[in-house]
C-alpha cells in the first residue's frame, strides 16, 4: 500500500486525525506522512463549558449514592444484548491491510496513528489511543478525565445530539458523565465503562435548574427533544443497547406513538409494553437519572483483533485478563465461586469492584481465570443491522443515514 492510499484510508475510517475532526483528535498530517513515508520505504513500497466541573462532579457522587449498591457496582450497568446468530455484517479496520511489520514500525514511532482500539469486553476490557470527548456549547462534561471512548464513540455521539438541535434549535446542554479512563479499564462505580463504548449521559429537562443525575418524571421530562435524541441513536448511529428506566420509557413510548411513529417499530425497540426477543431499549434499575448508552465501535474492536498481540509484544499494553461469566446461586459465597474456579476471594472482588464479600443471587459476576499465559485475543465483532421505521408518509425521501454500515468518524 502506497503512502497516499495509507493516509487517505486510515484518515476517511477515522483511524488518524483529518482536517475538521474534533480537536482531541486531531493529528498532524504532516507528522503522519512522515512516519508512513518511513514505514512504506522500509517495506519498499511507493513514495510517499460554562458549569463548574468540581461541582458538577461532587453532584455526581451525591446523587449516585442511592443508585450503587452495596458492592459499589453502578446498577445493572453490565446489561448485555444477545446477538441475533448470523445478522449483521463482519466489522473491518484498515489495520488488515498492513503488515505485522508495518503496525510494529508505527508503534515505535507514532501509536497514536494506529488509531483508537476498544480492546475485550465492556466489563472487562480496555482502550487503546483513546479520543477524549471534546468541550461543546451542546453538552457539559461533567468528568472529563473519564470522558475517553473511540472516534466512533465520540462521534455517534456528536451526532445524535446535532440531530436535536437540527430539529429544535437553541436547545439546552446535556450533561455527558463517565464513557472510560483514558486507558479504559475498572472505573468505579461501574461495571461497564471499560472499552471506551460506554457512555452515561443527561435526559433533556424542562427545567431551568437541571441538574446532573436529577430524575426524569412525567412532570420534568422533555418528550421532544429526549426522544429525538434516541431516535436518532437508534437510526443513524450503531448502537449496541440504551438503558432507560421503565418510567421513562412508558413517557417516550407514548409520546413516539402520539407523534406517529410505526407501532411495529416503536414495539420492536423499546422493552416497556412488548414481547420483543431482543428490544434496544432495555430498562435497568437505576436509569431514571441517566440514560446508559453502548455502542458498536467496529473499527476500534476489529482493529484490537488486528494488532493485539503485537501491542502485547511491545508492552504496549497488558495481556487481557480472562474471565468466567457466572450467576450466582442462592446460598453460594465468594469463598465456594473461590473454591470451584480455583481462584482467590480477593481476586473476584477486585474483578467485580466489590467492597464485602457479600453477593446477590441471580446477578453475573466476573471469575479470573488463573493465569496461566497471555490471554486469547479480542474476538471480531458483528454489528447487526441498524433497526429502521418504515418511512412515514410525511417523508419525502429516505433519511440521509438509513442504509445501514460502520459508523466511519466523518
Same mark, same amino acid.
Given at each position: 500500500m502506497g503512502r497516499s492510499s495509507l493516509v487517505s484510508v486510515l484518515c476517511a475510517l477515522g483511524i488518524v486525525g483529518?482536517?475538521?475532526?474534533?480537536?482531541?483528535?486531531?493529528?498532524?498530517?504532516?507528522?503522519?506522512?512522515?512516519?508512513?513515508?518511513?514505514?512504506?520505504?522500509?517495506?519498499?513500497?511507493?513514495?510517499?463549558?460554562?458549569?463548574?466541573?468540581?461541582?458538577?462532579?461532587a453532584a455526581h457522587d451525591h446523587d449516585h449514592d442511592d443508585e450503587v449498591e452495596e458492592d459499589g457496582g453502578e446498577?445493572?450497568?453490565?446489561?448485555?444484548?444477545?446477538?441475533?446468530?448470523?445478522?449483521?455484517?463482519?466489522?473491518?479496520?484498515p489495520l488488515a491491510a498492513m503488515?505485522?511489520?508495518?503496525?510494529?514500525?508505527?508503534?515505535?514511532?507514532?501509536?497514536?496513528?494506529?488509531?483508537?482500539?476498544?480492546?475485550?469486553?465492556?466489563?472487562a476490557g480496555a482502550l487503546f489511543n483513546g479520543i477524549r470527548m471534546p468541550e461543546s456549547d451542546r453538552w457539559e462534561l461533567v468528568d472529563p478525565g473519564h470522558a475517553w471512548g473511540t472516534r466512533e464513540t465520540v462521534d455517534?455521539?456528536?451526532?445524535?445530539?446535532?440531530?436535536?438541535?437540527?430539529?429544535?434549535?437553541?436547545?439546552?446542554?446535556l450533561y455527558i458523565g463517565h464513557i472510560s479512563a483514558r486507558e479504559g479499564g475498572r472505573l468505579s462505580p461501574h461495571k461497564s465503562h471499560q472499552a471506551g463504548r460506554d457512555v452515561d449521559?443527561?435526559?433533556?429537562?424542562a427545567d431551568a435548574r437541571h441538574r446532573w443525575y436529577q430524575r426524569a418524571t412525567a412532570a420534568n421530562l422533555d418528550r421532544e427533544r429526549t426522544w429525538a435524541f434516541v431516535r436518532a441513536l437508534i437510526t443513524e448511529t450503531d448502537v449496541e443497547l440504551i438503558l432507560i428506566?421503565?418510567?421513562?420509557?412508558?413517557?417516550?413510548?407514548?409520546?413516539?406513538?402520539?407523534?406517529?411513529?410505526?407501532?411495529?417499530?416503536?414495539?420492536?425497540?423499546?422493552?416497556?409494553?412488548?414481547?420483543?426477543?431482543?428490544?434496544?431499549?432495555?430498562?435497568?434499575?437505576?436509569?431514571?437519572?441517566?440514560?446508559?448508552?453502548?455502542?458498536?465501535?467496529?473499527?476500534?474492536?476489529e482493529s484490537a483483533v488486528r494488532a493485539y498481540a503485537l501491542l502485547v509484544k511491545r508492552g504496549a499494553i497488558k495481556p487481557r485478563a $480472562?474471565?468466567? +461469566?457466572?450467576?450466582?446461586?442462592?446460598?453460594?459465597?465468594? !469463598?465456594?465461586? *473461590?473454591?470451584?474456579?480455583?481462584? @482467590? &476471594?480477593?481476586?473476584?472482588?477486585?474483578?467485580?469492584?466489590?467492597?464485602?464479600?457479600?453477593? $446477590?443471587?441471580? +446477578?453475573?459476576?466476573?471469575?479470573?481465570?488463573?493465569?496461566? !499465559?497471555?490471554? *486469547?485475543?479480542?474476538?471480531?465483532? @458483528? &454489528?447487526?443491522?441498524?433497526?429502521l421505521p418504515p418511512p412515514r408518509a410525511a417523508d419525502a425521501s429516505p433519511a440521509p443515514h438509513a442504509a445501514h454500515g460502520p459508523a466511519l468518524g466523518g
Open positions: 483529518c482536517a475538521g475532526r474534533a480537536p482531541e483528535a486531531a493529528r498532524s498530517k504532516d507528522s503522519l506522512q512522515r512516519v508512513v513515508a518511513a514505514v512504506s520505504a522500509e517495506h519498499g513500497e511507493g513514495a510517499p463549558g460554562t458549569a463548574d466541573h468540581a461541582e458538577l462532579a446498577v445493572d450497568d453490565d446489561v448485555e444484548l444477545p446477538v441475533e446468530p448470523g445478522a449483521g455484517a463482519p466489522a473491518r479496520s503488515t505485522d511489520a508495518q503496525i510494529e514500525e508505527l508503534l515505535a514511532r507514532d501509536p497514536a496513528a494506529l488509531g483508537p482500539m476498544s480492546l475485550g469486553a465492556t466489563n455517534a455521539l456528536d451526532r445524535a445530539i446535532a440531530e436535536v438541535h437540527r430539529q429544535f434549535p437553541g436547545s439546552p446542554k449521559i443527561s435526559y433533556f429537562l428506566d421503565t418510567s421513562v420509557q412508558k413517557l417516550l413510548k407514548e409520546h413516539a406513538l402520539k407523534i406517529g411513529e410505526d407501532k411495529d417499530w416503536i414495539d420492536d425497540v423499546f422493552q416497556y409494553g412488548s414481547r420483543s426477543r431482543r428490544p434496544l431499549i432495555r430498562h435497568a434499575r437505576g436509569h431514571a437519572n441517566h440514560i446508559h448508552i453502548r455502542f458498536y465501535s467496529p473499527i476500534a474492536q $480472562q474471565y468466567v +461469566r457466572h450467576v450466582a446461586k442462592k446460598g453460594q459465597t465468594l !469463598g465456594s465461586l *473461590a473454591r470451584q474456579y480455583g481462584t @482467590t &476471594v480477593e481476586a473476584i472482588k477486585r474483578a467485580n469492584g466489590l467492597r464485602s464479600t457479600a453477593i $446477590q443471587a441471580k +446477578r453475573a459476576y466476573n471469575i479470573p481465570r488463573p493465569s496461566g !499465559g497471555p490471554a *486469547a485475543p479480542p474476538k471480531h465483532v @458483528t &454489528v447487526p443491522p441498524r433497526r
